[in-house]
């Protein structure tokens, strides 16, 4: 039994406030059972597991129990509870992703229900990526793919007129530095293009079928 300080009380209290309308009142463990609509065995157990109490039964003394903080720590536990929850749920999930190898197909023949979840970790995974930079968004590679792009056109583009005032070469080899430097940027070009032919947005899982 994990025993709260008053400090720790105050704080949950603050966080998990009685319901409008509801007096702070000190009550017993079975008053406190009805008040809550469970059993006095549940209450035992709450009590067993850290729920405040102003006073310990025992020998004719009754248990007083004081409502508020008994309702902040249960909202607490709730919470605390839903958390572990979505963070079991959250494993499964990704678990089976890992046991279907995480293709599109072995996805797609899960129930629908689990390929919301499947999907979930994974958008969640990518979210997680992007912020540490390890996953870029597409449109941000092609903006910087556009910009390295221009930057080396602008520059083969110059380089036989800078080349050609800086070393006095002759006509016919500036021609030929041209024609390469032309040849550097168009397969520059086809470089890039095929880049986007062979990484193109995948749709194999329908929104229709998460929706399912």
């Not at 039964?57 to 129990?65: A, M």
């Not at 190898?101 to 990518?126: F, Y």
């Not at 530095?177 to 880049?195: H, M, N, P, Q, S």
Request: proline letters at 4%; charged letters at 30%; hydrophobic letters at 40%.
């Amino acid at each position: 039994m994990n025993k709260l300080s008053a400090a720790e009380i105050a704080k949950l209290c603050k966080r998990h406030p009685l319901p409008a309308g509801v007096d702070d009142v000190v009550m017993t463990r079975e008053q406190l059972a009805d008040a809550f609509q469970v059993t006095l065995n549940t209450v035992t157990a709450w009590i067993a597991k850290g729920m405040p109490m102003l006073q310990e039964g025992g020998q004719g003394k009754p248990y007083e129990l004081q409502l508020s903080a008994c309702w902040a720590w249960r909202q607490a536990q709730k919470a605390d509870d839903a958390t572990q929850s979505e963070k079991v749920r959250r494993a499964q999930a990704a678990l089976r992703v890992a046991l279907v190898g995480g293709t599109d197909d072995a996805i797609e023949a899960l129930d629908p229900k689990t390929r919301r979840e499947i999907m979930a970790v994974q958008i969640e995974q990518e979210r997680f990526r992007q912020e540490r930079n390890e996953l870029m968004r597409r449109d941000d590679v092609r903006e910087a793919f556009e910009v390295i792009f221009g930057i080396l056109r602008d520059r083969m583009n110059a380089a036989p007129d800078v080349i050609e005032r800086r070393q006095a070469l002759a006509p016919e080899v500036v021609n030929h530095l041209i024609d390469i430097c032309d040849e550097i940027v168009a397969g520059t070009r086809d470089a890039i293009e095929r880049f986007w032919r062979d990484h193109p947005v995948r749709a194999d899982v329908s929104r229709d079928s998460l929706d399912a």
